[in-house]
Protein backbone atom coordinates (compact mmCIF):
# COMPACT_ATOMS: atom_id res chain seq x y z
CA UNK A 1 0.00 0.00 0.00
CA UNK A 2 1.68 2.77 -1.46
CA UNK A 3 0.29 6.32 -0.24
CA UNK A 4 1.46 9.43 -2.36
CA UNK A 5 -0.01 11.60 1.05
CA UNK A 6 -0.38 11.69 4.37
CA UNK A 7 -3.36 12.09 6.52
CA UNK A 8 -4.49 11.29 10.01
CA UNK A 9 -7.02 9.10 8.35
CA UNK A 10 -3.85 6.70 6.23
CA UNK A 11 -1.74 7.00 9.78
CA UNK A 12 -4.79 5.47 12.17
CA UNK A 13 -5.25 2.56 9.22
CA UNK A 14 -1.43 2.35 9.16
CA UNK A 15 -1.55 2.10 13.07
CA UNK A 16 -4.27 -0.33 13.14
CA UNK A 17 -2.52 -2.89 10.31
CA UNK A 18 -5.82 -1.92 8.25
CA UNK A 19 -5.10 -2.50 4.04
CA UNK A 20 -6.68 -0.04 2.61
CA UNK A 21 -6.04 1.07 -1.79
CA UNK A 22 -5.64 4.74 -2.51
CA UNK A 23 -8.03 6.14 -5.19
CA UNK A 24 -7.20 9.63 -6.73
CA UNK A 25 -9.78 11.95 -7.50
CA UNK A 26 -8.93 14.52 -10.21
CA UNK A 27 -9.82 17.86 -9.15
CA UNK A 28 -11.27 20.59 -11.29
CA UNK A 29 -9.90 23.99 -12.09
CA UNK A 30 -11.60 25.17 -8.84
CA UNK A 31 -10.23 22.36 -6.67
CA UNK A 32 -13.21 20.79 -6.08
CA UNK A 33 -13.26 16.82 -6.52
CA UNK A 34 -14.74 15.92 -9.65
CA UNK A 35 -18.77 15.27 -9.89
CA UNK A 36 -17.95 11.89 -11.99
CA UNK A 37 -17.11 10.24 -8.94
CA UNK A 38 -19.40 7.31 -9.99
CA UNK A 39 -17.84 7.05 -13.71
CA UNK A 40 -14.13 6.68 -11.81
CA UNK A 41 -14.64 4.28 -9.30
CA UNK A 42 -16.88 2.14 -11.63
CA UNK A 43 -13.70 2.33 -13.91
CA UNK A 44 -11.55 0.89 -11.07
CA UNK A 45 -14.02 -2.24 -10.61
CA UNK A 46 -15.40 -0.04 -7.69
CA UNK A 47 -19.19 -0.07 -6.74
CA UNK A 48 -20.16 3.47 -6.71
CA UNK A 49 -22.80 2.86 -3.96
CA UNK A 50 -20.63 1.92 -1.61
CA UNK A 51 -19.05 5.13 -1.17
CA UNK A 52 -19.30 6.39 2.79
CA UNK A 53 -20.94 9.73 2.97
CA UNK A 54 -20.13 11.67 6.22
CA UNK A 55 -23.11 14.01 6.32
CA UNK A 56 -22.57 16.44 9.26
CA UNK A 57 -25.65 17.94 10.74
CA UNK A 58 -26.07 20.24 14.44
CA UNK A 59 -28.95 19.92 16.93
CA UNK A 60 -30.73 22.33 18.40
CA UNK A 61 -28.87 20.95 21.92
CA UNK A 62 -26.42 18.40 20.78
CA UNK A 63 -24.33 20.09 18.51
CA UNK A 64 -22.61 18.67 15.65
CA UNK A 65 -22.56 15.01 14.77
CA UNK A 66 -21.36 13.39 12.25
CA UNK A 67 -23.84 10.66 10.26
CA UNK A 68 -21.71 7.81 8.26
CA UNK A 69 -23.97 6.80 5.33
CA UNK A 70 -23.82 4.18 2.43
CA UNK A 71 -25.53 3.63 -0.73
CA UNK A 72 -26.71 7.28 -1.33
CA UNK A 73 -29.28 7.02 1.59
CA UNK A 74 -30.84 10.23 2.45
CA UNK A 75 -30.63 10.83 6.40
CA UNK A 76 -34.25 10.79 8.10
CA UNK A 77 -34.45 13.99 9.71
CA UNK A 78 -37.24 12.50 11.84
CA UNK A 79 -34.78 9.74 12.77
CA UNK A 80 -32.17 11.79 13.72
CA UNK A 81 -33.94 14.10 15.89
CA UNK A 82 -35.95 11.32 17.90
CA UNK A 83 -32.27 9.52 18.63
CA UNK A 84 -30.55 12.64 19.70
CA UNK A 85 -33.89 14.19 21.18
CA UNK A 86 -34.01 17.23 19.39
CA UNK A 87 -36.32 19.39 18.55
CA UNK A 88 -34.49 20.54 15.55
CA UNK A 89 -31.56 19.40 13.28
CA UNK A 90 -30.13 20.81 10.18
CA UNK A 91 -27.43 20.47 7.61
CA UNK A 92 -23.91 21.33 9.00
CA UNK A 93 -23.32 25.03 6.77
CA UNK A 94 -19.93 24.37 4.48
CA UNK A 95 -17.82 26.42 7.22
CA UNK A 96 -18.97 25.15 10.02
CA UNK A 97 -17.51 21.21 8.55
CA UNK A 98 -13.47 22.30 9.03
CA UNK A 99 -14.94 23.83 12.64
CA UNK A 100 -16.71 20.13 13.71
CA UNK A 101 -14.72 17.79 11.60
CA UNK A 102 -11.21 19.11 11.01
CA UNK A 103 -11.56 18.08 7.47
CA UNK A 104 -12.61 20.10 4.58
CA UNK A 105 -16.18 19.10 3.19
CA UNK A 106 -15.10 16.91 0.05
CA UNK A 107 -12.51 15.05 2.25
CA UNK A 108 -14.39 14.30 5.72
CA UNK A 109 -13.54 10.84 6.85
CA UNK A 110 -15.78 8.88 9.39
CA UNK A 111 -12.97 8.04 11.25
CA UNK A 112 -10.21 9.75 12.45
CA UNK A 113 -12.55 13.00 13.98
CA UNK A 114 -11.91 14.48 17.01
CA UNK A 115 -13.04 12.72 20.38
CA UNK A 116 -15.79 15.16 20.86
CA UNK A 117 -18.06 15.12 17.70
CA UNK A 118 -20.67 12.51 18.08
CA UNK A 119 -20.35 10.04 15.29
CA UNK A 120 -24.13 7.72 13.73
CA UNK A 121 -23.05 5.12 11.50
CA UNK A 122 -26.51 3.96 9.43
CA UNK A 123 -26.47 -0.06 8.76
CA UNK A 124 -25.98 0.42 4.93
CA UNK A 125 -22.20 0.64 5.48
CA UNK A 126 -22.44 -3.09 6.16
CA UNK A 127 -24.05 -3.74 3.13
CA UNK A 128 -20.97 -3.55 1.29
CA UNK A 129 -17.77 -5.68 1.37
CA UNK A 130 -15.45 -2.87 0.50
CA UNK A 131 -16.49 0.62 1.29
CA UNK A 132 -14.53 4.28 -0.11
CA UNK A 133 -14.21 7.00 2.93
CA UNK A 134 -12.67 9.82 2.49
CA UNK A 135 -9.37 10.57 2.81
CA UNK A 136 -8.84 13.57 4.58
CA UNK A 137 -6.83 15.32 1.88
CA UNK A 138 -8.82 16.92 -0.98
CA UNK A 139 -8.37 14.63 -4.11
CA UNK A 140 -7.74 11.59 -2.30
CA UNK A 141 -10.56 8.91 -1.08
CA UNK A 142 -9.73 5.49 0.35
CA UNK A 143 -11.36 1.78 -0.56
CA UNK A 144 -11.33 -0.75 2.35
CA UNK A 145 -13.20 -3.59 3.89
CA UNK A 146 -16.42 -2.44 5.63
CA UNK A 147 -15.83 -5.13 8.39
CA UNK A 148 -12.63 -2.80 8.90
CA UNK A 149 -14.16 0.15 9.02
CA UNK A 150 -17.07 -1.00 11.38
CA UNK A 151 -14.05 -2.32 13.54
CA UNK A 152 -12.60 0.87 13.60
CA UNK A 153 -15.97 2.36 14.66
CA UNK A 154 -17.08 -0.20 16.78
CA UNK A 155 -18.09 2.40 19.84
CA UNK A 156 -20.20 4.34 17.90
CA UNK A 157 -24.03 4.19 17.54
CA UNK A 158 -25.31 1.95 15.22
CA UNK A 159 -28.67 2.18 13.42
CA UNK A 160 -30.96 2.81 10.59
CA UNK A 161 -30.66 6.28 10.07
CA UNK A 162 -31.83 6.70 6.74
CA UNK A 163 -35.16 7.04 4.62
CA UNK A 164 -36.57 3.89 3.03
CA UNK A 165 -38.19 4.38 0.22
CA UNK A 166 -41.69 3.11 -0.26
Not at 57 to 63: A, C, L, Y
Not at 95 to 112: C, K, R, S
Not at 137 to 153: C, E, I, P, R, T
Request: net charge negative.
Amino acid sequence: MTTTFQSAVTDLLQQQGVDFQVIEIPLSEDKKPIRSLEELLSSQGLQPQSVVRSVVFKGENSGFSLLAVAGGGRADWALLRAHLNERKCRMAEYDEVPEATGYLVGAVPPIALPADLRVLVDESVSHYETVIIGSGVLGYALALKSADLLGLLADKVKGNFVKVDA
